[in-house]
Each structure stands twice: as structure tokens, then as C-alpha cells.
């Protein structure tokens, strides 16, 4: 390798030129694999860290958060948080709305049923310079290239930070479990003797994962010195977890429609589970829908994930979209935009009145329901459009919307159901690709969790869907089964054994150019050899089953015994099969920089040995100088690059 003036330098000439191979336009064609590579899987137990007093999971939603904890000593007991103030009618859950309000200078304001009660009593000439956020977890699903300065938009329309949205939700958290554990214990409690679980969904990419684990940092909820303080739970193991442990009363099986089931109520579902049973957790949230596949080993009953994660952005707030687009149908989606700005409040509360009789949605029902539009939308739609709402109604051709002369939208059963339709049909579809897969047979049972599980539409379809051909188990507090199942795992992290990676890891590499085989344009040749730059040298290929805490290792050498600094990057792919990293699927997510300088090595040829260890949701790469034991450790950064 080069100094580091000569690689500025052949970096600032390369840039000019645009050179499409990587590596030779980074100036660092570095290292080469030491014959044979050596592959060498450790599964070290990952060390338990500081025993801790307490674990606190939060279950940070697309639509609703809230958080439960236990204490080490008693690990049988899990708490969900206090009730909450300002609950909605036929909304009975001890979470609150992922709500969040800044004040007009942008400092946190309030969380939850507070943020939103108070933002909706605010005058409208007063409510327009206030910042209102929800739904907004969505975004890091849906940003394609996600980074520390993400934005998001506020319901005035207004540009706020992700990153600061996520720490104020993160530090309110904090503050209500602290408060609540200082009253339980009579004194302060200490942060330290906390173990924080947050939960995201498994389908999340990378970055999202790491942003999470940011915020937290950002938040105070952990300091960035100790971040095995903070475990990121993936949201269906979690439910996977709390379900093997239920208890038959705790449960209803779809396919009796009873409560028991053949077993004697106290007995655990995991009791009527053997060693080698496969089940799928559908986890349908908020936002996303999550499905995973786990079989149980025994005796331990560790879990093993048998086939990676799938899902999609299928969560029931796609049902809301529907019922905005109906809006727009009937309205004017020119009106409908313009009332979300000028009178944000009243748009909340007539979501808050859908999202009601959302619930009341059932396959056998016959009666309509009603949907009470504000004041203020009928007042502003006849000032807008010079006629009025009950006009724009009989006009628009939308079959099953009426207006009835108590000033409401009268939907019939058929328009609600069609609003589910189009999510409940992804699902389906994703629920029927899965069952498909030559991993996925003989499926035993088949869990419904998250809030949209209680969806009675959902459910029906999904029997249908399978056709008896697993059980279909709906656990009866199904909107908190993620958040006990996270404290569960947060009390013991290794009962998640085996997952598989969502990715393909690898670093770059030079080998010796072989004619015929290596392509031309690939040829660099350095003090008369010839080398092929750009090899993608794989660490772990995707949906490679990979064990928690499993190491991969690999040595190299310098290609240039003089080099001063060695430079290893770390690059990542979706596809399982990568040959060069200078392929379109191939993005660079670390960088290691060892520095030989001043250690000369009296073996003829230097030993760098490059670890990759695979964690939670984190991956921590190391590089170390065999002669001389120095060594540089990097997490790998999907945010930055």
C-alpha cells in the first residue's frame, strides 16, 4: 500500500478519471489471501456482560409504543407500564399512540394520547407552528439509502430530523420506566442497572437496524461505551419467545375456537411442541408484517431460524391509506391535501374516529358503521368548495358511502371490507409464497401476533389460506405479545441460537492474475506481479445459517511487504453470489485501517488475520497483526457510506 499523500493524491487523479474498478481508484490494493484460506467458525459465547437489575423492553410501533420489564431476580414476573391517561373508546391496550409533539422551537413537547390531546385543543392559528409527528417509524422501512440526516415531515408540513424525532420518543421512554421503577423500588434507580431491548422489524435493513441503536445513544438511554448494554430485538423472535412459553388459558386456537385443545390448560404450548417442531410467527403490526420461520431444538429449546425473514410494508396502516383515498374520491384529493395542512387537528381526530370503527370491522357483519366527521372538515369542505359534504357525497359515484343526517359517513360492511382488501391480499400472498419454499413444510403451528391479528377479516382469511393445514394460534393479549417476548429475551439472549444472514459479507481482496480465467480489465500489475484487484472475498454468503456470536475468520498478507498502513474493506451485497466488488449489488459497510508503521515482522511473509463476528444485529469486524498482536476493531457502519 501507499502512504497516505500518495493514496490523496492518486485518489484526487482517480476521482478526475472515474475508474469504475474500486479498488485501483482507491489507491489501495492492499491485501491478499495467505494460501490456504483458512476458514475457522468459533462460537464463542458471547460473555453475558454486567448482570443487570432489571431488563426493559420498549416496543417502539408504527402506530403504538409502549414498554414492560422484569427484574432479574424474579424473571416469571414481567410488568407492562402503567395505564396510560387519555385512552380511546374501544381501544382497551396498555400501549399509547406513536405520537410525538415539539413545540414551535422544536423542543419536546409531549408523547403519546398527552401529545396528541393537547395538539388537538391548540387554536388552528396557534397548532400550525406546532410539530405533530406519527406513523413516522415507516420511514426508515421505506428510505432507500437511510443516513444520520434523514428527514422527516411534520403534519404543518414542516422538516424535522429522524434522528432527533426517534431519541426525544426513545428519552421519554426512558424517563416514564425510570419514574416507575424509582416508585416501585422507593429511591432512584440507576440507569446503569438497566438492560434496555428495543424491538424492530426483522425485515428491516441494515442501516435501520443501526439507526435505532443511534437514536439510543442520541437519547441518553445508553452511553455509546457500553453498548452491550442495549440489546435490538427483532420483533417476531421476540414473539416467538413469549409463544413457546404460553400457557393453553392464554391462547385461543383459531381452528376450535376454544381455549384447550387436547392438553390440560397449564401445560405450555411448548409442552405440545417436540424437538424438531416448525413453526411460523406472522407477526402483522402497524406498519410491517413480519413472517419468520423457527424450529426448536431440544433439550434446551433454543430456536433456529429456518429460513430468513420475509414481510413487506403490509401493516394496517395501509388500511388508513384506503380510507384517504376513498376520501379523495369523494372530496377531492386537492381538498383532502389542503385540510391535512390548514386544519391538522381535526384530520387527527377524524382518523382517531376510522381507526374505532376499523376495529368493529368483521367478516359476518351486517350493519353499517358510522364514521363522525369534525366540525371543522364539513365547515372547511363548503368554504372550499362552495357547496357541501352531503352535495359532494350524492355526487361522487362511491357505492356504500351514504351520509346519514346525524352528520356522519355511513359505510356499509362491504366499503370497510374493501379497505382491507389490499393489504390483507399481501399478506396472503406473501403468507402462500412462504409455504411454498421447500424450508418451509410441515409447519405445526402458526402464530398471529401483533395488533392487526386481532383483525377478525384477517384471521378469516388466513384460516383460509391454510386450509387446516397448521394450527393457528392467536395469543390472547396479542397487541403485547412482542413486548414480553422481548423482555423474556433480554433476560436470557442466548435462546436465540441460530439465525440466518439477511446478507452477503465479504472483503476485497487481490489475488494473482490467472489468464483465461480473470477478466482483463481487472490486470494491475505492482513490482512486476500481476494481480486481479476488485476479488470479493466471502466472509458468510446470505441466508447462510450463522450461530449468535459465531466468528468467521480469514488471514491475509500485505501485497507490498512495505506497506505502513493496511487498509481492509468490508463490503456487503443482497445477492448470495458475488465474484468482484465493483458488481451494482456490491455496497461498502466498513473499514478497517491497521497501522504497521515501525514494526519491522521477521517472517518472510506478514500474517493479518481478519475476524468477522456476527452479533445481534450489530457485526463487529477486527483486523490483527499476527507478529506484533496489534489490532484495530470496527462495527460495521451501513449508515455512513
Wanted: a neutral charge; hydrophobic letters at 35%; proline letters at 6%.
Amino acid at each position: 500500500m501507499m502512504t497516505e499523500k500518495e493514496t490523496a493524491a492518486e485518489k484526487i487523479i482517480s476521482d478526475a478519471m472515474a475508474n469504475p474498478s474500486p479498488a485501483k481508484s482507491m489507491g489501495d490494493p492492499g491485501i491478499t489471501p495467505l494460501s490456504p484460506s483458512h476458514i475457522q467458525n468459533d462460537t464463542d459465547q458471547v460473555p453475558s456482560g454486567p448482570a443487570f437489575v432489571v431488563v426493559v423492553a420498549i416496543d417502539f410501533g408504527t402506530t403504538s409504543s409502549g414498554y414492560a420489564y422484569a427484574f432479574t431476580k424474579e424473571p416469571e414476573c414481567i410488568h407492562t407500564m402503567r395505564r396510560w391517561e387519555g385512552g380511546d373508546p374501544g381501544v382497551s391496550n396498555q400501549k399509547t399512540p406513536t405520537t410525538i409533539l415539539l413545540t414551535p422551537d422544536r423542543k419536546f413537547h409531549s408523547f403519546g394520547y398527552a401529545a396528541r390531546d393537547f395538539y388537538h385543543d391548540l387554536d388552528p392559528s396557534e397548532s400550525k407552528h406546532w410539530l405533530y409527528l406519527e406513523k413516522f417509524k415507516m420511514k426508515l422501512h421505506t428510505t432507500a439509502n437511510l443516513s444520520i440526516d434523514t428527514d422527516l415531515h411534520a403534519a404543518n408540513g414542516k422538516r424535522v430530523k429522524a434522528l432527533d424525532i426517534f431519541a426525544y420518543a426513545l428519552a421519554f421512554f426512558k424517563e416514564q420506566a425510570l419514574k416507575e421503577l424509582s416508585d416501585q423500588t422507593g429511591g432512584d434507580f440507576d440507569n446503569n442497572d438497566v438492560r434496555w431491548v428495543i424491538t424492530v422489524p426483522a425485515i428491516w435493513k441494515m442501516p435501520a437496524k443501526q439507526f435505532m441503536r443511534e437514536a439510543a445513544y442520541k437519547s441518553g438511554l445508553v452511553p455509546r461505551e457500553s453498548p452491550e448494554q442495549l440489546i435490538i430485538a427483532l420483533e417476531p423472535e421476540a414473539a416467538s419467545i413469549y409463544c413457546r412459553k404460553l400457557r393453553l388459558h392464554q391462547m385461543v386456537d383459531l381452528g376450535t375456537r376454544t381455549t384447550q385443545n387436547g392438553f390440560s390448560p397449564t401445560e405450555n404450548v411448548g409442552s405440545g411442541m417436540t424437538q424438531g417442531d416448525r413453526y411460523v410467527v406472522v407477526d402483522c403490526g402497524g406498519g410491517t408484517v413480519d413472517l419468520t420461520v423457527h424450529q426448536i431444538r431440544l433439550p434446551e429449546g433454543h430456536l433456529k431460524e429456518l429460513y430468513k425473514a420475509s414481510g413487506g410494508p403490509y401493516g394496517s396502516i395501509g388500511i388508513d391509506y384506503e380510507f384517504e383515498k376513498l376520501l379523495c374520491k369523494i372530496f377531492g384529493q386537492d381538498f383532502i391535501d389542503q385540510f391535512k395542512i390548514k386544519r391538522p387537528a381535526a384530520w387527527v381526530d377524524l382518523m382517531i374516529a376510522f381507526e374505532s370503527r376499523k376495529r368493529a370491522a368483521a367478516p359476518d357483519r351486517t350493519n353499517p358503521l358510522n364514521i363522525n366527521l369534525p366540525f371543522s372538515f364539513i365547515d372547511y369542505y363548503k368554504k372550499f368548495r362552495g357547496h357541501s359534504v352531503e352535495h359532494a357525497l350524492r355526487k361522487s359515484n362511491v357505492d356504500f358511502v351514504k351520509w346519514s343526517s346525524q352528520g356522519m359517513l355511513r359505510m356499509n360492511p362491504d366499503a370497510m371490507n374493501s379497505l382491507f382488501k389490499p393489504t390483507i391480499d399481501h399478506i396472503i400472498q406473501h403468507l402462500t409464497e412462504l409455504f411454498e419454499k421447500p424450508e418451509v413444510c410441515d409447519i405445526k403451528f402458526l402464530f398471529l401476533v401483533g395488533g392487526f391479528a386481532e383483525s377478525p377479516l384477517l384471521q378469516q382469511a388466513v384460516q383460509n389460506m391454510l386450509q387446516g393445514r397448521s394450527r393457528i394460534i392467536i395469543p390472547h393479549d396479542v397487541g403485547l405479545t412482542i413486548l414480553k417476548g422481548a423482555v423474556l429475551f433480554g433476560l436470557d439472549p442466548s435462546v436465540i441460537k441460530v439465525r440466518r444472514s439477511p446478507l452477503t459479507y465479504g472483503v476485497g481482496v487481490l489475488n494473482r492474475f490467472v489468464e483465461g480465467k480473470h477478466p482483463p480489465e481487472k490486470l494491475l500489475v505492482k513490482d512486476g506481479t500481476r494481480w486481479c484487484t476488485d476479488v470479493f472475498d466471502t466472509f458468510i454468503a446470505a441466508d447462510q445459517s450463522v450461530a449468535l456470536g459465531e466468528s468467521v475468520k480469514r488471514s491475509y498478507t500485505p501485497a507490498k511487504p512495505s506497506q505502513q498502513v493496511i487498509v481492509i474493506h468490508v463490503y456487503c451485497s443482497e445477492k448470495e453470489r458475488v465474484g468482484f466488488i465493483s458488481e451494482s449489488s456490491v455496497k461498502k459497510c466498513g473499514t478497517l485501517r491497521l497501522d504497521v508503521s515501525g514494526t519491522e515482522s521477521s517472517a518472510p511473509r506478514r500474517e493479518i488475520q481478519t475476524l468477522m463476528q456476527f452479533g445481534d444485529t450489530e457485526i463487529r469486524a477486527m483486523a490483527v497483526d499476527v507478529s506484533t498482536g496489534r489490532t484495530v476493531k470496527a462495527s460495521i457502519d451501513f449508515l455512513s457510506h
